[in-house]
């Protein structure tokens, strides 16, 4: 900047600030001296260039040579002991007082260590030591009595910036405190009348980039005494050990952005101190002090207002932890009533939605939705299914963490414009990525003015030789602007419920499917028992039933002539009673005999399975005249080849049984459903079938007409079918308009 004869390697201008290395600067402020000094001899490796004004020494008088060209043998021994230190900013400032001409000044050292150098700055120091300590730990316990006593946050901030102003003497002092996406915001302020007042005008993250807050968070006070002053280059340029430029993150001294210059003078600022307020280790905000001529504060004094700034982070974390106290308990209590729900129903989602309170008292939400094995539940003004599985698609593909919250869904999702009424605002709770289970909660768009200190956009100035240049805003007075597609931010104390429940839900669906495991156990070990009880007791019901059977055919040839023509009736039907019987226990071995065989799987043909069938059946296909059509030939599938013919000849003998059509006709074939598994049909055009017994056709023994009607039969062929299908891991079903035909549909997991 011209005022400033900068010169800098890095073009900047807001358009490019964020990359600008505000850590390398080259130059100090001129109020002090630097030296980078190697650490073992203290040899001058690099020193600022302004040493003739503060020592009366030339810079290249001091390059290369012992610190004790300035220290006499005392000071030396004192500063090698300060190094023994680990923590160096503890023993900050050392004390030194070096002889200029005739003359004894005092300075203020402050040291650190930098990529393995020792960097020192000296500051003159003309104040009187003594009675400065008294009279500002005397400030310092007054200030810190009265934050102590305020009861939320914004009283004590406007209480430390009084306290701040009172030690300083600065003409404005501010609290700035930043949000979520680092815009800031005057929560305090202390000024005279006559400045123009700034307090709750918003500014943007852009006037403190990312480089920044980094150094805000690393160094937590900067004080520029004088923004119109004249940078002092370090010489030689790069440090002579690493030939690179030297890092002054941790420096005092470390010269101002030629940006940050031009934005205080736009703002009729000279002078500037800001002190870090700190929380849980992450920048919270800034203690900021402006003046409008230059201002040098000695270092006791920034080190007082330093410490008030960090007794002040831990004050504000406590103030804003008892603010939202009753919040946090409430939504305790929210989380333990759900537990408690979600532990008495079966099915957990039920304890987390029909209940009051439900999930959206958890996070004061206005809807919301949980995912959940590809079924959607909702409560409150939540989008619609189509929406939600729009949403959940895109953050199954783009989020990966835990939980996701933003205020402004529309910025990342732009397809949530059409939803600002309801899902403006989302909390994404991930229970598992991979089935797609979410819990989500939704708050509408709340339209609203922020009033900013001046247009937070970039402004284009044309320079004089006609390029345009993005500078920093002149203009500083309230600027109000409409926000839309934003909903009540999320607050810390909600996300974290969230997040919470996510451990109660994994908790409860892993206990219920540890219960459901235990179930299956024993239904498997019931199902094997009913199976061998099956088996046994139809096998051994089969002799004495074949007794009966050929007695009652003995009595008939031996007696017959001795009995009238009604006991050779009832002999008659004692003959048809116990054949059909054999028959059902002949069904039920089968039936029994299908759970207990392992399945012979390979791949097979289904053409030749089906054609093998036909053969089978032709005598019948032809007495009955039915037509059969296959479209088009069937695939190859793994299964086995015996069960999954037995279920085709099941159907087909089904099909060409309970048919009464003059031109009866059968169509096998499959569908073209992508992705597997196929789905194959035996559709006829027969007598149909009532919807309300489509789920009992499948029972065993189980028959819609009389023993004789239709053929007869034991009715098992259905619930055979069924169990086959499922045993290779697919479905079956039926659809039919009555009176004109049924098709059977069945899948397999092959």
Known sequence: MSDNNITMPF???????????IHIPGHIQPHGVLFALEKSELTILQVSNNSWEIFGIHPEDLLNKSLDLLLDAEQINLFKECLDQEDLPIINPIEFSIKIGETIVNFDAIIHRSNGLLILELEPNLSDKNNAFFKFYHLVKLAMLRIQGATNVNELS????????????????????????????VIAEE??????????????????????????????????????????????????LTNQPLDLSGSVLRSVSPLHIEYMQNMGVRASMSISIMKNKKLWGLIACHHQSPKYIPYEIRSACEFLGQMTSVEMGAKEESEDAEAKIQAKSVHSK??????????????????????????????????????????????TKEDIDDLVEWINQNLHEEIFYIDSLATVYPEAEKLRDVASGLIALSISKTQKNYVLWF????????????????????????SVRLSPRKSFELWKETVLMKSLPWKSYEVNAALE?????????????????????????????????????????????????????????????????????????????????????????HFSRLGRVDLSMQPTNLNDVVHRILDMLRPRIEETGV??????????????????????????????KYNDKAEKWIEIGYLDNLPRPITFYVQDNGIGIREKHFESIFRIFKRLHGPKKYGGGTGAGLTIAKKIVERHGGKIWVESDYGQGTTFYFTLDS
């Open 11 to 21: 073009t900047v201008d807001v358009s490019n600030c964020n990359k600008e290395p």
């Open 443 to 466: 708050r509408p768009e709340v339209v609203r003015t922020v009033n900013w200190g001046g247009n937070p956009h970039k402004p284009v100035e044309i320079t004089s030789n006609g």
């Open 501 to 589: 429940l996510r451990s109660a839900i994994i908790g409860v669906v892993l206990r219920k499917a540890d219960e459901l495991a235990e179930l299956n156990i024993e239904l498997e070990r019931s199902n094997k028992e009913l199976d061998a009880f099956a088996y046994i007791a139809s096998h051994d019901l089969k002799e004495p039933l074949r007794g009966i059977h050929n007695y009652s055919n003995f009595l008939i040839e031996d007696y017959g002539d001795l009995l009238n023509e009604e006991g050779k009736e009832k002999l008659g039907t004692l003959i048809r009673l116990t054949q059909r019987m054999e028959d059902l226990i002949d069904s039920l071995l």
């Open 627 to 656: 037509r059969i059509h296959i479209p088009r030939p069937l695939p190859t599938v793994y299964c086995d080849r015996i069960q999954i013919g037995e279920v085709f000849s099941n159907l087909i003998v089904n099909s060409i």
């Open 191 to 240: 000024k005279p009348e006559y400045l123009t007042t700034y307090l709750g005008l918003h500014y943007p993250a852009s006037d403190i980039p990312p480089q920044a807050r980094k150094l805000y968070t690393e160094n937590l006070l900067r004080l520029i005494p004088n923004a119109h002053y004249q940078p002092a280059a370090l010489l030689p340029i790069n440090n002579p």
């Open 158 to 185: 406007q209480i430390l910036a009084k306290e701040i102003k009172k030690m300083t003497g600065f003409d404005r002092v501010m609290v700035y405190r930043f949000d979520e996406d680092w815009h800031g915001t």
């Open 338 to 383: 759900l537990v408690e729900y979600m532990s008495v129903e079966n099915n957990f989602i039920d304890g987390l939605i029909k209940y009051q309170p439900n999930i959206l008292n958890l996070v004061n939400a206005e809807g919301a939705a949980i995912c959940f094995n590809g079924q959607y539940f909702t409560v409150g003004n939540a989008p």
